[in-house]
């Protein structure tokens, strides 16, 4: 698929107009395509992007999509969203729950609101869960691109806020392996006294680029969690007891991934 | 109904007075403004009553003398003080002592039942961990260094909101920015310079009502038997860099640290309205209310975009368009 064909999908996706081209929350179709066009050579040629089970991904309707999380900066995030906006059948913007310190960078606070990043507050994803929209969230959080080489693919903390959406709005929770990332571009240093536009830490990289490392990206099925617990979105236990759950979905599904794969760089 | 405006000299008070008076429904508005007359004829069915609310014996005789005689029902208290470099107690008095005194004199009143006040979005703290979309739960700002400006409108918001559960029926509408000339708008003065300077590397999402969707929703509370607090959302939706071009400015993005003392001179030096200080925060964190509560309960819905105004080359452009699709 060229550049143009994957600029055209961004551009027919999904997308709630506020009357002047943008949604509420940013999102910029024409900025996103060109961004889509940019990155299509990173997805194709440097990582090599395999995709699998892309059929567990709803068609239509709000869903949340949980994966893991490594590497610096958010490569692995971006290469998932692209997956999805390129294999969906109509396609559809994934919108990327971004850390709480995000609004506050310049240039990238805006470019991620044009690609249809949203920052993670009770009221956005109330909105776009009612809105129908396809949500990404990544549990681990900071911790997940804090991590040290030795942890790569091992969860370390879980959120669980997910799972309470997912029961509260009654949306099926898909697991996303993402397998690769967390060593193309992992961590050297922590430099934890500079907090830059309020960000946690200063991460310095192992390496000066990411390496071209193959990424495989796994969806695992979805998981009904209301059908699990049949309890309510404000009880604590059923909360964890569902995040965890998904949880050892998605360690299930990184290990046969990780498993299957012939090398870090095949 | 038989409704009571307060704040009916300005642009939003005469819209509404001129929507209601035109209603089947409303079979009088008495109309409440500072100013001795109304500058213009009124229509049948409006009666209008000069009174100065910071005084309190005025809205005593206003409350409980013509309002009775009137059998007025629904007040819909819109006074507040524009300007946002005024300040002191007589600017407090307007924006807060009246209110109070006049929810204090509707209460137990013996014709009157519903109280709707216009208050602001801009109660809403905008910070990086809650931008974007802000509903009837989102924090409000309690800044002590805001404006009094914005201070006394939280204090109002919260004033008209401590009388909740009370005999008095109430509608708090927190109204987005009504983009109109002379209605205190900070992003119209802001857009009337044609160099208009922004903060580099941002751009946040901005909603603006416009005139006719703010008395739409105006008159929908006052119909409505609903109380509590409503996001009143405009129209229009848009980057700060998209207003900019709408208007036909010049779009300069600057460092954000210079803009406070240049938009300080230029208030100093040329009088705007304009204050750096009130909008630093929805210039970089931006922030759209949330409208469902209202479109649930009062079943409202935004449906009259802003009329920006367009330059000569883009008029005459969409008059070719329109020539040529005519043609077609």
Redesign the interface.
Known sequence: MDTSTFARLARQATFHDAGHGYDMFGLHPPTLAAMVSAGAPLYDWYFRVDSQGIEHVPATGAAILVANHGGVLPVDAAMMCLDILRRTDPPRIPRAIADHFVPRLPFISTLFARLGAVSGTRANVRALLEQGELIAIWPEGVTGPAKSFKDRYRIKEWRVGFAELAIRYHVPVVPVAIVGAEESWPLGLKLRGLHVFGSPYLPVPATPLPLPTHYHIRYGEPLHLNGAVHRKSDDPDAIANAATRVQVALERLLDETLRARRGVFR | MRVLVTGATTPLGRTLIDHLASSDDCALVLAVGHEPKLDRPLHAGVIYRPTDLTRGRQVKELICGDAVEHGIDTIIHMAQHRATQDHGRKVHAQNVTATRELLLRCTDHPTIRRFVHRSFAEVYALE????????E??ALDFDPAAPQWLRDRIEADLTVCAHFGGPLQIAVLRCAEVLAANSGSQLWDYLSSRVCLR???????L?VLSLEDAVAAIAAAARSTHTGVFNIPG?????LS?AIA?TVRLDIPVPGPLLAPLYGLRRWTAGFEFRYDLNLRRF???G?I?G?RARHLLGYAPCH?VQWPRSWWRLLLERLTDLRSEGT
């Open positions: 990086h961990a809650t931008s974007d979309v802000l509903d739960d989102a903060p580099l590397g941002f751009d946040p999402m909603n129209a229009d939706t848009l980057p998209r709408e970089h964190f931006g759209v949330d469902a975009p």
